[in-house]
């Protein structure tokens, strides 16, 4: 991956915490957008943010993000415990012809 | 709704093929983009292929390329994954995804449930 992620992070109910995404200039860094994904275990990714920083119909306002330089994160504030899985951040990379990135991903557990 | 049903994969041993397919409804199937992205046991998403919503445009990862095909049947509203020459590292759950546009490059509103390709002599 291209896009680099804690593997994880913790925090307790009512706590905000953040997931950054790491990129570089080939990605990230030439304004491509960024977007993030949530999978449970066993279960298939679904769309969290999309362009940066807009949610999707149904995606409650505690979860938010932002992007600048070759750098992106997630913030997820109210922490629940149904928030208790994996995220990814994902961009598109112009190197070698163009292609989808995904980060390396996160695990994010609630004590 | 937009659904996205996946079939196919399974057992195949090394060198051996598959054929992981994606039926579409609820959209305006040949408008967008689709995309497959795969996900090894333990491990993250890793993208593998895509299509424009014409079928004109493919693109693959370097790691599938010369031996996975992409294809549509917009009459059908399919999206297929055609895998030849398996190898052990192909092993993973593959996922079909609806893009926002009739061209890639952006981001994945739907996702299929999953097709576990199992390689392995």
Redesign the interface.
């Known amino acids: 991956?291209v896009l680099t992620q804690p593997p994880s992070v913790s925090g307790a109910p009512g706590q905000t915490i953040t997931i950054s995404c790491t990129g570089s200039d080939s990605n990230i860094g030439t304004g491509h957008?960024v977007?993030w994904?949530q999978?449970f275990p066993g279960r298939?990714?679904?769309?969290l943010i999309?362009?940066d920083n807009t949610r999707?119909s149904g995606v409650p306002d505690r979860i938010s993000a932002s992007k600048s330089g070759t750098s992106a994160s997630l913030d997820i504030s109210g922490l629940q415990a149904e928030d208790e899985a994996d995220y990814?951040c994902?961009s598109?990379d112009t190197a070698?012809?163009?292609?989808?990135?995904?980060?390396?991903?996160t695990k994010v557990t609630v004590l | 709704e937009v659904k996205l049903l996946q079939s196919g994969g399974g057992f195949a041993q090394p060198g051996e093929s598959l054929r992981l397919s994606c039926a579409g409804s609820g959209f305006s199937f040949s408008t967008y983009a689709m995309t497959w992205v795969r996900q090894a046991p333990g491990k993250g998403l890793e993208w593998v292929s895509c299509i424009s919503g014409g079928g004109a445009d493919r693109y693959y990862a370097d790691s599938v390329k010369g031996r996975f095909t992409v294809s549509r049947d917009n009459s059908k509203n399919i999206l297929y994954l055609d895998m030849n020459s398996l190898r052990a590292d192909d092993t993973a759950v593959y996922f079909c995804g609806k893009d926002w546009s009739s061209s890639p490059w952006g981001y994945l509103e739907s996702w299929g449930q999953g097709a576990p390709v199992t390689v392995s002599a």
Do not use: E, I, R, W
């Open positions: 991956s957008h977007h994904y999978q298939a990714p679904k769309l999309y362009a999707p990814y994902q598109f070698l012809g163009g292609s989808y990135v995904f980060g390396t991903g």
